[in-house]
């Protein structure tokens, strides 16, 4: 099969999905290709959440299990197990969001670690994940960003903050397990590079062991990419980085013109593809020092990566290099990638319905802000359909 078709490959994309499956999973993305129904659904859901409405079971057996492995790590399992059957590896991610309280945020540490000392004798999950504002507020990265002065019960929260990093850091050291952590709004930012990059110098020594994350909509990452790895090769130590499109561009826009400073987001959609192209292409230079997980649903991009690497000589099961994909997004690009050999990884979401919403709300308002996603997956689910006779 042509490299340029290998996306189109459908019996090997949809391999694991039975036809019920299938059908839900085209149902689904026929709703959020409509955005005046993805909106008002949202908001619906999240009103009957709040009122407590009993809308969580059939939250669970539409858009939660199509995006999501279950409730806890034990419902995941059989899906990890089925996708390391079909040479994907699963990263399992604790995906509950905006909590505020101390209790929560060592909850979130702990379910981290906990996860990892798992992994660790588990193949199929060579990576953990947390998001920094799992692990403490909001607000307390966005001063230390702002460079604001803490009031003295906020020095605490920081330094609780920077405690819940290092364990979860030296538990993933301790087993060997590498740890991605997620990027986030850009007013937050700088302080979790900060403390990301204190973390690998302390654990990357002799490999790179902690992921940050470089959201290439942004015009600035390819020049911290740069400087950081000087800062690495002067202290001696490897970088690791996810690097991904981003997740928050609506929500960056509107607060640059609220405030009225430069917007961080490239001028366009191709600016933004140029510069994940590049960023991509300077760590594939620089593999010596720097590990790359590509995060991305963007087939150009993976065909674009598989022929750089093709052109610097590098083994397609090169553990230095890792794609991956969210769970119920992308299975063709997820798994053609796995049958050709590369190391392929599914990102799989995980936790209690009513604290993954925000998750999943922000997944449907994605797919219908990417021009193209939504109506890809639709077509190839079709023409599965199709193959399969069940139309």
Partial sequence: MSRNTLFDNTKTAFQLKSDSQLERAYFLFKMISKESLVKIGTAITKVALNLNLP??????????????????????????????DANVYSVL?????GKEEDAQFDATAAKVMELTQFSKNKPAMPFSVFKPTGLGRFKIWQ???????????????????QTRYDRVAKT???????????????????????????????????????????????????????KAHQRAKDKGYKLGFKVVRGAYMEKEGDRAIEKGYLSPICISKKATDDLFNTVVEYILENLDDISLFIGTHNESSTYLAMQMMEEKGIDEEDRRVWFGQLYGMSDHITFNLAKEGYNVAKYIPFGPVKDVMPYLIRRAEENTSVAGQTSRELTLLKKERVRRNIL
Avoid at 144 to 160: D, R, S, V
Avoid at 186 to 213: G, H, R, V
């Fill in 55 to 84: 809308v969580e079971g059939l939250i669970k057996r539409t858009v939660f299990d199509h995006f999501c492995g279950g409730i806890n790590e034990r419902d995941c399992m059989d899906t990890v197990d089925n996708l390391y």
């Fill in 143 to 161: 001063k230390i960003t702002e460079k604001e002065k803490l009031t003295p019960e906020e020095e605490k929260q920081w330094e609780n903050i």
């Fill in 93 to 97: 991610d604790y995906s509950v969001e």
């Fill in 172 to 226: 993933a050291s301790d087993c060997d397990i590498s740890l991605l952590i997620d990027g986030e709004e850009s007013w937050m930012q700088d302080a979790a590079d900060d403390l990301c990059e204190k973390m690998m110098e302390k654990y990357n020594k002799q490999k790179p062991i902690i992921f940050n994350t470089l959201q290439c909509y942004r015009w600035d990452r390819l020049n911290y990419l740069k």
